[in-house]
C-alpha cells in the first residue's frame, strides 16, 4: 500500500526555519517524481517544489532561492528545508506523487499534510 506521512511543521516566526518531512512507504522515492504541494488559507493548491526520479529540481517562484527540496534514498524520505520563511508561506504542506506544476488536476496521492503557520 503506498502511504505518504508529512511531518515537520508548527509555528515560525518571519524569518524562521522549517525542515517538513515525508516518509514514504510502499514505493521508492527513487524512481518517483515527488512534488511538494500546500493550500494557504482559503485558497487552492500550489505547487512548491519538484524533484524528478533523476533528481533535477524546479522551484515555484515564490519559493526559489528560499526552499530546497531533497530525498534520502536510503530512509525513503522526501525533504523540504524552507529559510526566510513568510508570512504567505502558511499553509499546509503535502508531498505528492508525480510531477505537478500548477497545470492540469492536482495529484491524487497525497499525505494528511502538515501546517505551516509563519507569523509574529
Known amino acids: 500500500e503506498v502511504q505518504l506521512a508529512e511531518s515537520g511543521g508548527g509555528l515560525v516566526q518571519p524569518g524562521g526555519s522549517l525542515r517538513l518531512s515525508c516518509a514514504a512507504s510502499g514505493f521508492r522515492l527513487s524512481n518517483s517524481d515527488m512534488t511538494w504541494v500546500r493550500q494557504p488559507p482559503r485558497k487552492g493548491l500550489e505547487w512548491v517544489a519538484i524533484?524528478?526520479?533523476?533528481?533535477?529540481?524546479y522551484y515555484a517562484n515564490s519559493v526559489k532561492g528560499r526552499f530546497t527540496i531533497s530525498r534520502d534514498n536510503a530512509e525513503n524520505t522526501l525533504y523540504l528545508q524552507m529559510n526566510s520563511l513568510k508570512t504567505e508561506d502558511t499553509a499546509v504542506y503535502y508531498c505528492?506523487?508525480?510531477?505537478?506544476?500548477?497545470?492540469?488536476?492536482?495529484?491524487?496521492?497525497r499525505g494528511q499534510g502538515t501546517q505551516v503557520i509563519v507569523s509574529s
Open positions: 524533484i524528478s526520479s533523476a533528481g533535477s529540481t
Open positions: 505528492a506523487i508525480g510531477q505537478w506544476a500548477g497545470y492540469g488536476p492536482p495529484p491524487a496521492n
